[in-house]
């Protein structure tokens, strides 16, 4: 009789402290959790991974789980994750593609699907790990957003909606922390994105950047709405509100407004952080990497997160959802990795956000559960044991004084009275790079590449170029981003106009399909695109020619279609540089 009176006393005890704890749990905020939810990491290319083309076959679950190459999930390697030091951990999931018959107007998810993504989402909760759910990607269905049907468009946000207060229904009674994640990268910046699936009667750049804006918050605003309605614990959930685009300047745009929210304190705010690309991105070989690691890029890298902390100071926890500068095709971690990753944790720490690393077993290997580079496993050993905000800034602090200034010593350095002209360049498999993005960085370059840039001193003629025969590739396999720039040529010289003369590819004379345009994004840097298909209107308002009018002008000069362009052993290009006339 005592032992069972000592039994219920002990499970009372048990039960009190447990109560306690969700209590004090569900009694944070999102500021206050963030710290708290440690080193993160992703489940990439699992359950996200999907057949665009095909969507639900009904095959079993684990079947589109390896679509992308990735094994089948188990418990040792969720297990292995946490001894890896990581505490949180984010799971991409394609619902709509795998789970539902969306393309044929019938959103209801199949219990299956749901019920093996739950099976693996209470393996990492027994271990203690906070659990980020998510719609991502997902076939590109977010495009239905964007089509010139009403229909879609209504089935669109009813088909969102439905999403959300099935699997808000199915996890109702999950603690704090579980955290359910709106959606990926497509929120705003992917609204016209057209798919096979379920929305090719879309017209690119149907909607303008301030519809896409306003109808970003709306649908962040229905998932916050769908999901509290939903009872039991999704009253208080923590809930990660996908940034515009996931982009931090976007997302810092006063037109990205978060939700209201009944319950306060509970929302966090979601962006990403590859930046810069040439080097964080899936190159083909490690030495094809940019270099990153100068004061420059460092303090880059503090300027862009710092941007986020509008949001702490707002009271929204923040999340960089993904990151890292990931490992090359040939398995091999980049140059400098190491003290990226340990400089953007550091910067993390400062800041209070909270850091998911982008991997898809290429850091840590799943079927192997380790690791794949020792110096990368300290890393995050070290961070995971913890370290105070005073101890990152200091570590911060220590990496920039002993980084080098640059690491191309011959190249022009840009001051504030000077002027440089370059092309800013990356070929059409983003495996060749050249100084993309309004300040110009020389170091930012793939190695092998031989630039022509030039000091700019006022209204004359000048020639800039790029060699890619010394790369790894020897080429430039098509066009991606082009741009002839000006870095402080706004400063130093308003109102000046870029006007090409010739274009000289592989040494012949090639004939743009259009004219340049002179503007600038940042009010410093000049640029006329060469080939940017991400502009689809031209600004008329920002826009300028050195003669006559507007007519004819255009932001993709370059037909990449023309075989020539898949093949570019080079390219010069003659301007003049001078007032508006």
């Not at 990356?426 to 790079?433: K, L, P, R």
Request: charged share 20%.
């Amino acid at each position: 009789m005592k032992k069972m009176i000592m039994t219920l006393l002990l499970a009372a005890l048990a039960l009190a402290l447990c109560l306690s704890a969700c209590a004090e749990e569900t009694d944070k905020t999102a500021v206050e959790t963030a710290p708290l939810m440690g080193l993160g990491t992703n489940l990439g290319n699992t359950f996200e991974a999907c057949d665009a083309n095909q969507g639900n076959t009904g095959a079993e679950p684990t079947r589109y789980e390896t679509l992308w190459g990735q094994p089948v999930t188990t418990r040792e390697m969720i297990h292995g994750m946490r001894e890896a030091g990581f505490s949180t951990i984010r799971v991409p999931v394609a619902w709509m593609t795998n789970a539902s018959h969306l393309s044929k107007g019938d959103y209801t998810l199949d219990q299956a699907y749901i019920d093996r993504v739950a099976e693996v989402v209470r393996w990492a909760l027994d271990e203690g790990m906070y659990v980020i759910l998510n719609d991502h990607w997902d076939g590109g269905w977010y495009g239905m957003f964007g089509s010139e049907s009403k229909e879609t468009r209504d089935l669109a946000m009813e088909a969102y909606r439905g999403m959300w207060s099935q699997l808000a229904e199915y996890f109702k009674e999950e603690g704090d922390y579980l955290i359910f994640e709106g959606a990926n990268e497509e929120i705003g910046a992917r609204f016209d994105e057209n798919s096979t699936l379920y929305c090719n009667d879309s017209v690119n750049s149907y909607l303008t950047d301030d519809e896409r804006y306003a109808l970003a918050n709306q649908v962040n605003q229905a998932f916050v709405d769908t999901v509290r309605a939903a009872g039991g614990n999704n009253a208080t959930r923590f809930l990660l509100i996908p940034g515009y685009g996931t982009n931090i300047d976007q997302t810092c745009d006063s037109r990205f407004v978060m939700p209201k929210d009944s319950a306060e304190g509970k929302l966090f705010v979601s962006v990403h952080y590859y930046d810069p690309w040439s080097y964080c991105g899936e190159n083909a070989s490690a030495a094809s990497a940019t270099r990153w690691g100068t004061k420059k890029d460092l303090q880059a890298m503090s300027e862009s997160l710092a941007k986020m902390d509008k949001f702490t100071k707002a009271g929204y926890g923040v999340i960089i959802g993904e990151y890292g500068a990931l490992p090359a095709a040939d398995g091999v971690s980049k140059e400098n990795s190491a003290l990226y990753h340990q400089s953007f944790l550091n910067l993390c720490t400062v800041h209070g956000f909270v850091s998911c690393l982008w991997d898809t077993s290429g850091f840590y290997v799943r079927r192997n559960l380790s690791f794949a580079d020792p110096a990368m496993a300290e890393v995050y050993a070290r961070f995971s044991a913890g370290r105070t905000k005073e101890e990152a800034q200091a570590a911060f602090d220590a990496a920039v004084e002993s980084a080098p200034a640059t690491f191309s010593a011959d190249a022009i350095q840009l001051t504030d009275e000077k002027a440089a002209a370059w092309i800013m360049w990356n070929d059409g498999g983003w495996a060749i790079s050249y100084s993309v993005g309004d300040t110009y960085n020389p170091d930012a370059k793939t190695p092998g590449l031989k630039v022509t840039d030039v000091e700019i001193t006022g209204e004359g003629t000048y020639t800039v170029g790029i060699d890619f025969t010394g790369t790894e590739q020897g080429y430039s396999a098509g066009v991606a981003f082009a741009a002839l720039a000006i870095g402080n040529g706004e400063d130093l010289f308003p109102g000046y106009c870029i006007h090409i003369q010739e274009c000289l590819i592989n040494g012949e004379k090639y004939a743009l399909k259009g004219r340049p345009y002179t503007t600038s994004d940042d009010g410093h840097c000049t640029r006329a695109n060469l080939f940017n298909e991400w502009v689809t209107k031209v600004p008329r308002d920002k826009a300028r020619v050195l003669y006559g009018d507007l007519t004819g002008v255009s932001p993709t000069l370059i037909n990449r279609n023309d075989p020539v362009i898949s093949h570019i052993e080079s390219i010069y290009i003659t301007f003049v540089y001078a007032p508006r006339k």
